[in-house]
Structures are given as structure tokens and as C-alpha cells.
């Protein structure tokens, strides 16, 4: 009871994340994958989605494909149009963390404090995920022909060869795709989530 | 089966929106809320979700308390930041419908050139609500205090005071909360999901 004088037209608050979390049987959060041009993170967003879906989590992946033609349209890709960038993807990821999903983005996030701003904006429901290849790796791999261009000159500011990738110091899970082929690396995104994002009975 | 040489890491394709509507039982979609300064939205948006979540729907409110802080914490209140707030707005409300959820955004976004753009990124998925109360009646119930500080020049471009309000001209549906109390607007805008969003059997 409220002896104040109250709006009649506010009457209940939003639906909050516990409510949601119930509802889902899982919690919501980020699953913030980050490492190298190539190293594999898209693939493992869209496997990793595709399998915790099929389990029956709430799931959505945000990556280049959905953001860059849309949210992220007026953005270049400056330094400062970088950050903006992986700003605003981490504060999206956040709103879908608050309505309950699993929210994979699938970025390169080259530099730490980009990605410490991302884990700020989704707080404790951020998890960041080490998709780990080295440069040769990668540029084994290629699978866009983009390392050649870089190396060609072609590309500027291209991360890791002529732009630096800051490596996670302690992130929260790392997939190492060098020692696992891709069923095995989503076995371990999907034993994390698991672990992490299930409601105990 | 492809004959060229395929790159095996990708074997998926992302989760696509029929399948999370058949997942969900009922689409995906924007209901674009739009409407003066204490016509009611922020009050009709959560209650709409609080009972569509009830009855088993997906549903997530986009408003100034989740976006002003995070998403568009850049932008301040010229015209250019304005639109670029509600062009972000529109972007995030249509990732959340392909997602599957049913998004609720409620923003005055007086300009139907932005209202367009906003339709654009969801498609046909979009549908604008026009919250509809006259200015005599959001200045006489004016939960905030805005008009009347608007009104001792406080506030510039205040909608409806000392900047325009563009009229939805064809909106998808219209709530007159000059005419309905809550309950009545909530029930509309149930009829209108349940009319639009749930998948036939």
C-alpha cells in the first residue's frame, strides 16, 4: 500500500530478467567470441546457435551479416569507428542477455579495452570467449582471400598482420581451433553453457 | 551437392525466422509505438508485455530507460541525434523480431520520415501504433512535469509544444487512450496480436 498520490498509469514494472530466466529454464547472457580473421568464430556462433536451438535455448547470434548492413551502416572503419562499432554491439548484446537469450556475437574485438566496455554494458552475464588460431594459422586458411589481400597492401589496418590483436588475458573460455575441429569446439561451447547458463532444479 | 571446393567450416546456416516462429508459436514482429509525450506509451508498451509474457509469448520493450543509457548514450537532442537515435532504435527492433520476439518500442519519434526508416529495417514485419491523446490531454495529465516546464521555455523542441508531431497518416492500429482507459488499450493491442502474430494450427 502507497499513501502517496501514485500515476494510475503506472501499474506494473517491466518483466525482468529472472522472470524471463525462469520461463526459459536458462539464464540469459553474452558469449562474447573474439580472435582472429579466421580463427573461426563465425562458423562456431552459427554451429554453436544452431545446436543450443535445437536443445531448446533461446539463442540469436550477432555478427557481421546482421549488424554491419544495419545498426552499424554509418560506421567506417576507422579506429574510432571501430570502437563505436564493438560499442554498440556489446550494448545490444546486453539488451538480448536482459530478454533472456544467448547472445553469441561473433567479432574480431581486437582490442581489450573495446571488449572490457562490452563486458561492462552486460555485466556479470558477459563471457568472453578466446576463439583461438595464430596468424599463420589463419592465413593457412583464408577462407575469404583476405589475409593475401592484406599482405598484398590492399587491406589497411588489417588485424594481425599489419594491426595488432590483443589477446585475452583471462578470458572466461577458450577454443583453441588449431587442436579442435569444429564439431569438438562447439561440444565445448555447449558444455560452457551447460555449465553456466542452466537453472538448477 | 556442390562440386566446387567448399570451405568445411561452413556447414550451417543460421537459425532463420520461420523456424523460431514455429519454435514460438507466433511470429516475430515490431509494434512501433508512437505517440505525444504522456499519451501513454511507456505504460501501454509494459503492460502489453507483462500480458503477452503471461499468456506465452516472447515479447521485449525497447524504450528511453534500456536505450537512452546504453545503445544511444552518444546521442544528445538536436534534430541529426534524434533521428540517428531512432534509426538505431528501428535497427534493434527488427534484429529482435528476426530473432522471434515480439518488440515493443515506445518512443515519441515524431517524424514519419524516421518512422519510415524504422519500417524499413523490420519490413513487413513492422506495425506502428499510434498512441493516440491530443495535446490538452497529455498537458493535463503530464506525469513528468515536462509540459509545463516546456511551457517556461525549459525545454526546447518540446513535441508538441515547440516542435511538430507528423500524425501516423495509415498506422497499422491506433490506441485513443483519450477514449480507453488501460485495460481497454492493453486488450487492443491483444487483439491485434493475436490476430497477427500467432501462427495458424
Known amino acids: 500500500m502507497n499513501a502517496k498520490?501514485?500515476?494510475?498509469?503506472?501499474?506494473?514494472?517491466?518483466?525482468?530478467?529472472?522472470?524471463?530466466?525462469?520461463?526459459?529454464r536458462h539464464k540469459g547472457g553474452v558469449l562474447w567470441l573474439t580472435g582472429l580473421s579466421g580463427a573461426?568464430?563465425?562458423?562456431?556462433?552459427?554451429?554453436?546457435e544452431r545446436a543450443l536451438f535445437e536443445t531448446g535455448y533461446h539463442v540469436y547470434v550477432l555478427d557481421g551479416d546482421n549488424l554491419r548492413h544495419g545498426l552499424n551502416s554509418n560506421l567506417g572503419f576507422s579506429h574510432e569507428d571501430r570502437t563505436e562499432n564493438i560499442r554498440r554491439v556489446g550494448e545490444v548484446a546486453a539488451l538480448f542477455a536482459d530478454a533472456g537469450f544467448i547472445c553469441v556475437s561473433a567479432f574480431i574485438s581486437p582490442y581489450r579495452a573495446d571488449r572490457a566496455s562490452a563486458r561492462?554494458?552486460?555485466?556479470?552475464?558477459?563471457?568472453?570467449v578466446y576463439v583461438m588460431a595464430d596468424v599463420a594459422t589463419c592465413e593457412r586458411r583464408d577462407p575469404k582471400g583476405l589475409y593475401e589481400r592484406a599482405r598484398r597492401g590492399e587491406i589497411p589496418d588489417f588485424t594481425g598482420v599489419s594491426a595488432p590483436y590483443e589477446i585475452p588475458e583471462s578470458p572466461e573460455l577458450t577454443v583453441d581451433t588449431m587442436a579442435l575441429d569444429i564439431e569438438k569446439s562447439v561440444q565445448r561451447m555447449l558444455d560452457y553453457v551447460e555449465k553456466n547458463f542452466t537453472l538448477s532444479d
Chains 1, 2 share one sequence.
Open 120 to 128: 561492462t554494458a552486460a555485466r556479470e552475464s558477459f563471457h568472453e
Open 5 to 24: 498520490p501514485t500515476n494510475i498509469f503506472t501499474v506494473h514494472s517491466r518483466i525482468d530478467a529472472p522472470a524471463r530466466a525462469e520461463r526459459n
Open 40 to 48: 573461426g568464430k563465425s562458423t562456431l556462433a552459427v554451429e554453436t
